[in-house]
């Protein structure tokens, strides 16, 4: 019973927690996030506007450094819901990472079989105010997506390294091909010398 009562003590507090700074960095976004773009932002304003058309061409454009097509869908999507306020965006990537962590904790639990004190690492370096900079720039809406996603797959992957279920080898296939289309493709200047790469993907400052 009393084992049952610590586990029980130990996911509250680290529950507590991670509601805690998902509460306190909502409202950080909603009472600092900016309406108005900012350096690398206004690169992203014609398509959501429909100054450009919304297709692959653009989807896949290449924005600064960036080639980010799921995350300017997203964008684009939220913007129809409230044309201005890019402090949607801005929630749904903080959001996102909130409930990569919480899923990260669940996993953690499920293998180890209990809760720890100790798992409060998890929201703390995960959902810090530290990370204002991400949370409040409409440009790295992604970034914590990608956080999220990469770490609860090699999560699941080192759960399952003996012999992965079908589930779990379907999850991490899945991931493997999301994960390059939120994560910002580099301009790569180091590889323009040797053209073309494969499948066709230009480098450089090209635009498809």
Known sequence: MRTNRREFAAASFVLSVVLLLFGVNSVLIVRYGSFIPRADDWGF?????GSERLDFGWLWQ????HRVPLQKLVMWLLWQLRPGDLRLAMLAGFWGLAVGT???ILLL?????????SDVYFPVVLLTFGHAGVFLWWTTTGVPWVTALAS????LLVANYDRPSLKVATAIGVSAITLPLLEPFPKLHFLKKFGTPPLGFPLGNQDV
């Open 152 to 155: 609860l797959s090699g999560m």
């Open 62 to 65: 290449q924005t600064a450094d």
């Open 102 to 104: 919480i899923a990260m």
């Open 45 to 49: 304003v014609p398509g959501v506007v």
């Open 109 to 117: 639990w499920w293998v180890r079989r209990r809760a720890e004190y």
